[in-house]
């Protein structure tokens, strides 16, 4: 998308303090890319170039990707991972996919197989220590997808450990309250793409009028999605909250639909993590 509808990059930097987080952990930095929605229009090169350039530039410990790398047609995942193979992490990337990487029977399959070639780590329901037994990473499918099992992961790691989930969508926050979760990262709203000052998220304030609308004319949403999978909490469009004793970081992602972006940039975000 050109980059007049787009807006600029921004980087987005936060220090976050986690309990029982080892002296050793201390510091380390992620780099949180999210919904690329890369097909040709909704993301140039352009910007993926310089998303990556940032990503690397902050000198990783971890990448972490939160989902919809595509947005319907699964095939160009085979160019975008062209681009994806130049980021650079110390302890690896992993990643979960978003409901647009389950659009057709085999999209699920195609992407995850384009992605663990270049050394990408796909996370469905599973939990993994890139940087040691005291700090969980967690990956869960995204909720719609028919596979999203939270209890599965969850209830395998002690309390006492910190762990990071990635769930592409925020609204899994509300469901993941039960279990101990230091920092959940998610995607999926784009920030609402069209932020108003004040108000908040347009789509948050058309969500009602967006459900009694033709389906040909939908597209005229900022953020396009299904009446049925309506995202609940447009309160958690973009940045950090608080979600009972959790905290989630939803991240406005790079990709954007018609009709463009507004107070809404697309972003990289790059956390530091601190003991607390």
């Known amino acids: 998308m050109h980059r007049l509808l787009t807006g600029s990059l921004r980087v987005e930097h936060l220090t976050l303090g986690i309990a029982n987080l080892p002296a050793s952990l201390d510091g380390i930095r992620l780099v949180q890319l999210s919904d690329l929605h890369y097909d040709g229009f909704k993301l140039s090169d352009h910007l993926l170039a310089e998303a990556i350039a940032e990503t690397n530039k902050a000198e990783p410990d ?4 939160t989902g919809d790398y595509v947005t319907n ?8 991972v062209l681009h994806l193979k130049q980021l650079r992490s110390k302890a690896g990337i992993y990643a ?9 029977r ?5 992407i995850t197989e384009a ?7 796909v996370l469905s329901n599973q939990v993994v ?7 969980a990473l967690m990956g869960l499918p995204d909720i719609y997808s028919g596979q999203f099992n939270p209890a599965s992961v969850m209830d395998t790691v002690d309390p006492m450990t910190p762990r990071i989930v990635l769930s592409h969508s925020p609204d899994t926050a509300e469901l993941l309250q039960k279990w101990r979760v230091d920092l959940q990262l998610s995607g999926h709203t784009h920030g609402g793409q069209v932020v108003l000052p004040g108000l908040g998220a347009l789509p948050g304030l058309m969500r009602d009028v967006q459900c009694q609308l033709p389906e040909p004319l939908r597209f005229l949403i900022p953020l396009k ?11 958690w469009a973009s940045g950090l909250h608080q979600v009972g004793s959790n905290c989630l970081y939803v991240n406005r992602g790079l990709g954007t639909y018609p009709p463009g972006r507004l107070n809404c940039p697309p972003e990289v975000t790059v956390f530091t993590l601190k003991s607390s």
Not at 62 to 65: A, F, V
Not at 225 to 235: A, G, P, Q, S, V
């Open 115 to 121: 992605l663990t070639k270049i050394g990408i780590q």
């Open 96 to 104: 979960v996919l978003g409901n647009h990487d389950y659009y057709y």
């Open 73 to 80: 047609d699964p095939q160009p995942i085979h160019r975008l």
């Open 62 to 65: 971890l990448i972490l990707l």
């Open 225 to 235: 999605t299904n009446c049925k999978r309506m995202f609940k909490h447009w309160e």
């Open 106 to 110: 085999y999209s699920q399959r195609m």
């Open 129 to 135: 220590y890139p940087l040691g037994d005291q700090l």
